[in-house]
T-cell receptor, first 110, second 119 residues
Framework: GEDVEQSLFLSVREGDSSVINCTYTDSSSTYLYWYKQEPGAGLQLLTYIFSNMDMKQDQRLTVLLNKKDKHLSLRIADTQTGDSAIYFCAEKEGNNRLAFGKGNQVVVIP | DSGVTQTPKHLITATGQRVTLRCSPRSGDLSVYWYQQSLDQGLQFLIQYYNGEERAKGNILERFSAQQFPDLHSELNLSSLELGDSALYFC??????????????????FGPGTRLTVL
């Protein structure tokens, strides 16, 4: 399957911005996603970007896509304690299955 | 609450045993997916069913099998369990199976997972 890579851990102060990065390998992916996993919970779709877009803004979330470098990032503005979670990027493969990165744990310090 | 339910929440068993994990999709969703989340492998796609039929297979071991019933709930059967099978198993559901474009139609909603511990 396709390989999606993420860095592992990010610590950020409440009110600052967080940026999480991800690289993917399948240049034919049509959709790229960001999921959030809180402790003891399943994954929640946060936002997505279509492959023909460079940027998407959704309230405090900004997704940037660099197709040439196969690089995806998620910026969370004004990070809150409720943003503490593990964030996964994912790309859509055939038949709607998702290939996930290893996840990036974000810890927000009050 | 995503509307996807999974039972049991926790399962502790011994090596060599067989277990069944159950998933009920959101009302109206026809597609069910199973994923395994472990520390060393991360989140991996196992298998997908759509309206009762197997649609796609991922890194699913031969010791594992699944099915989707006429009422659309799904079961994942894990047999001859090994220590390395200890993981969080997620089920997700979506309306479509990816053939029709549209994020909302194909968005996957995840259940809370079943944590399997093999001792």
């Amino acid at each position: 399957g396709e390989d999606v890579e993420q860095s592992l851990f990010l610590s950020v102060r409440e009110g600052d911005s967080s940026v999480i990065n991800c690289t993917y390998t399948d240049s034919s992916s049509t959709y790229l996603y960001w999921y959030k996993q809180e402790p003891g919970a399943g994954l929640q779709l946060l936002t997505y970007i279509f492959s023909n877009m460079d940027m998407k803004q959704d309230q405090r979330l900004t997704v940037l896509l660099n197709k040439k470098d196969k690089h995806l990032s998620l910026r969370i503005a004004d990070t809150q304690t409720g943003d503490s979670a593990i964030y996964f990027c994912a790309e859509k493969e055939g038949n709607n299955r998702l290939a996930f990165g290893k996840g990036n744990q974000v810890v927000v310090i009050p | 609450d995503s509307g996807v339910t999974q039972t049991p929440k926790h399962l502790i068993t011994a090596t060599g045993q067989r277990v069944t994990l159950r998933c009920s999709p959101r009302s109206g969703d026809l597609s069910v997916y199973w994923y395994q989340q472990s520390l060393d492998q991360g989140l991996q796609f196992l298998i997908q069913y759509y309206n009762g039929e197997e649609r796609a297979k991922g890194n699913i071991l031969e010791r594992f099998s699944a099915q989707q019933f006429p009422d659309l709930h799904s079961e994942l059967n894990l047999s001859s369990l090994e220590l390395g099978d200890s993981a969080l198993y997620f089920c997700a559901s979506s309306v479509g199976a990816g053939g029709t474009p549209g994020v909302s139609y194909n968005e996957q909603f995840f259940g809370p997972g079943t944590r399997l511990t093999v001792l």
